[in-house]
């Protein structure tokens, strides 16, 4: 658990410096200014990032899952191999969605004004730019988002019933130990986004 939790701190950290460094500084700039190519490495490192971390949390619930429900057979099925793969194949997962992104993105044309209403570069902000219509790369940005947020959020959802089935033959000593080691992890998932009425408006 620990081992997962390691670096699902390093992506958060990482996911939190591809937006905050520039908002900060933009909060202290009259003219608020990112180039075309500064915006799209933010786009790329930010959805990087947030979905290599949703791929991390169900990682992380298939190893309580494989702890709770299969605990004499846990050393064996989570090897330290199978643990690597597992986190690259996260950040594989994260790097594949982002390309597809900008892949999306950089045919667009963009004839000005080029002025974000958004404190950070994202995708649909910056189809409103476009001179083009937009909608079937709106369309697509959407379902590639939305079937990765909807599998892994089934795939966490299905973890934990499993397990809240599995502890009801538990004492009540092991269903607390067994919830215990899972408080980390949901208290991890459950990143809110607090987005008020102003937002400063980026200039590339």
Known sequence: MY???GYLSL?????SSTVVPKFI??????????SFKGCLAQIFFFHFFGVAEILLLVVMAYDRYVAICMPLHYM????RQLC????TGSWLG?????????LITIPLPFCGPNVIDHYFCDLQPLFRLACADTSVEGITVLVNSG???LCSFLILLCSYVVILV??????????HKALSTCASHITVGNVAFFLGQWTPMEKF
């Open 3 to 5: 081992f997962f939790l």
């Open 11 to 15: 992506v958060e950290i990482c996911y």
């Open 25 to 34: 500084a933009d909060l202290l700039a009259k003219v608020k200014i990112i």
């Open 76 to 79: 064996s099925n989570m090897s």
């Open 84 to 87: 690597h793969m597992l986190v």
């Open 94 to 102: 994260g790097f594949l969605h982002s390309l597809i992104q900008i």
């Open 147 to 149: 079937l990765i947020a």
């Open 166 to 175: 599995s502890l009801r033959s538990h004492s009540a000593e092991g269903r």
